[in-house]
């Protein structure tokens, strides 16, 4: 291994690589081997393993079940309450509820179980929901 410079002083580490100890190689040594020194090889491997397909596979499935979630708008629409009265009705704020609507949050698993029991009797849930909170 070419030993090239501790990473506080590395002038080719990108920004990327802060989260990593060491020139984005990991490890906690003083003088770890830079993998953006020239001609390194030795901690590009383990960059490349860092930002393998299988994860960024996993955050395309991640994006899918995001997309596959449940439709909140035609479940507010069962409703008939405005984005203002349906957030204040779940306890949830505004802006969560036009995120979950414009798909750019998904809900998490507590409020996929709440929105698919307003989707089924959406009297009933919004009357326990009310009876709930006091």
Excluded: N, Y
Aim: glycine share 8%; net charge positive; proline share 7%.
């Amino acid at each position: 291994m070419d030993r090239h410079h501790p990473q506080a002083v590395c002038p080719k580490r990108p920004a990327f690589a802060k989260r990593f100890d060491r020139c984005g190689m990991g490890g906690s040594g003083a003088a770890a081997s830079c993998a953006f020194a020239p001609g390194a090889t030795a901690g590009m491997e383990l960059s490349a393993d860092r930002r393998s397909p299988a994860l960024s596979a996993t955050r395309r499935v991640a994006v899918a079940d995001a997309a596959a979630g449940p439709d909140v708008k035609a479940i507010r629409a069962k409703t008939r309450l405005s984005q203002a009265k349906f957030a204040d009705k779940l306890r949830v704020p505004v802006a969560t509820v036009r995120d979950w609507e414009q798909h750019r949050r998904s809900p998490d698993a507590p409020a996929r179980t709440l929105l698919g029991m307003v989707d089924a009797d959406p009297k009933a849930a919004l009357a326990l929901i009310a009876r709930m909170g006091g």
